[in-house]
């Protein structure tokens, strides 16, 4: 439930109905904007009647959220969330591009990478450690010693990291170096894995599972959004169809859908999404027309030879080329690309 306050409303009258919504075992989420000043009332709301709040003083008008999820939905919060990320904003204006390798596979090539990808425009490192394989037979990831030599390339570079996290129990190692933790597809219903994230103050990366639909990978966030963590970027990231030309199909409408129910910063993946480099750029320039507010796309020095998606991996000379037409779309979009102004950790 929305609790919108008439604009010349006065603390002590928003202080008087955040105390009476406390009161009906309500939780309290303020959002004030520069409209105006809404009191979301989160909890079991659908048996209250509005007139319980519509008649405290300051109050204008008391309005249903209509969807599930709450915290995520623009009904909620109207303007874009602006998040973050190393001194720039992504979300507003500017538009992130993550890259690096699937896997850290160790110290000199992801060092390598990070400095390629930043010469090429890039606003961010990405880099597995943990990886989710589909065999256990193949290469799992480097665990702590990857993210120390992540940690390095950032100090290099000035990149903030981001990288995936699979359980749990990685989460205390992860929040030490990471700048923004990557939730996989096959986790994005991992809800024990979400809550803890969400007591976190770790900036967040959501991927849209394999099968999930749109309110799926909402309702996702909001676990992470209900327990304190607001810093979260949703990631389409292919969906599986009858289609196999390609790995996944790009779900290119989930863009607009999604900017129009959410105020969560929207991010791409056109290298799982098509499974193949020779259609990861045209993909890329797609959802930045579509209106995504950036991309995560996989780089590789030596794609032959890398131990995981060395068939969907950019060759540093194709990702610049890449972002160079992402750049002139941003700005036909009147939107610039991102650029690093300071590392988040060091
Ligand atoms: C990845 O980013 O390397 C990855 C495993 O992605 P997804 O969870 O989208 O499959
Ligand atoms: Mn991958």
Same mark, same amino acid.
């Given at each position: 439930m929305m609790i919108i306050m008439k604009s010349h409303a006065?603390?002590?009258?928003?202080?008087? &109905?955040?105390?009476?919504?406390?009161?009906?075992?309500?939780?309290?989420?303020?959002?004030? !904007?520069?409209?105006?000043?809404?009191?979301? /009332?989160?909890?079991?709301?659908?048996?209250?009647?509005?007139?319980?709040?519509?008649?405290?003083?300051? &109050?204008?008008?008391?309005?249903?959220?209509?969807?599930?999820?709450?915290?995520?939905?623009?009904?909620?919060?109207?303007?874009?969330?602006?998040?973050?990320? /190393? !001194?720039?904003?992504?979300?507003?204006?500017?538009?992130?591009?993550?890259?690096?390798?699937?896997?850290?596979?160790?110290?000199? #090539?992801?060092?390598?990478?990070?400095?390629?990808?930043?010469?090429?425009?890039?606003?961010?490192?990405?880099?597995? &450690?943990?990886?989710?394989?589909?065999?256990?037979?193949?290469?799992?990831?480097?665990?702590?010693?990857?993210?120390?030599?992540?940690?390095?390339a950032r100090e290099q570079t000035g990149l903030p990291i981001v990288v995936e996290i699979m359980s749990q129990v990685q989460l205390d190692v992860m929040v030490k170096y990471v700048d923004v933790l990557q939730v996989g597809a096959r986790n994005m219903q991992n809800f024990n894995l979400l809550r803890a994230i969400g007591e976190t103050k770790t900036s967040v990366l959501l991927k849209r599972g394999l099968s999930a639909t749109i309110e799926e990978l909402l309702m996702s966030a909001e676990y992470i959004l209900s327990g304190g963590n607001k810093q979260v970027m949703l990631c389409e990231r292919g969906i599986r169809t009858f289609e196999t030309a390609t790995r996944n199909t790009t779900d290119i409408n989930a863009i607009p859908v999604l900017k129009n129910l959410t105020h969560l910063p929207i991010i791409l993946d056109p290298s799982h999404a098509t499974g193949h480099a020779d259609?990861?750029?045209?993909?890329?320039?797609? !959802?930045?027309?579509?209106?995504?507010?950036?991309?995560?796309?996989?780089?590789?020095?030596?794609?032959?030879?890398?131990?995981?998606?060395?068939?969907?991996?950019?060759?540093?000379?194709?990702?610049?080329?890449?972002?160079?037409?992402? !750049? #002139?779309? /941003?700005?036909?979009?009147?939107r610039r690309l991102a650029s690093v102004r300071f590392p988040v950790k060091q």
């Open positions: 006065t603390p002590q009258q928003v202080e008087h &109905v955040i105390e009476h919504v406390r009161a009906v075992g309500l939780a309290v989420h303020l959002s004030q !904007g520069i409209e105006a000043t809404i009191i979301g /009332a989160i909890g079991e709301t659908h048996n209250l009647p509005t007139e319980l709040f519509e008649t405290l003083e300051g &109050v204008d008008m008391v309005q249903r959220i209509t969807q599930p999820y709450k915290l995520a939905s623009r009904q909620f919060h109207p303007e874009n969330s602006v998040f973050p990320l /190393a !001194g720039s904003a992504i979300g507003g204006e500017e538009i992130a591009i993550m890259a690096g390798p699937c896997s850290v596979e160790s110290r000199s #090539q992801i060092i390598e990478t990070a400095h390629a990808v930043k010469e090429a425009g890039a606003s961010a490192l990405r880099g597995g &450690v943990f990886k989710p394989r589909t065999s256990p037979y193949a290469f799992q990831g480097l665990g702590e010693e990857g993210l120390e030599y992540l940690a390095e259609y990861v750029a045209a993909i890329a320039r797609a !959802g930045i027309a579509a209106g995504a507010d950036g991309l995560i796309v996989e780089v590789h020095m030596d794609p032959a030879h890398a131990v995981s998606d060395g068939k969907q991996s950019l060759k540093p000379e194709a990702f610049a080329k890449m972002v160079k037409q992402v !750049g #002139q779309i /941003a700005q036909i979009m009147d």
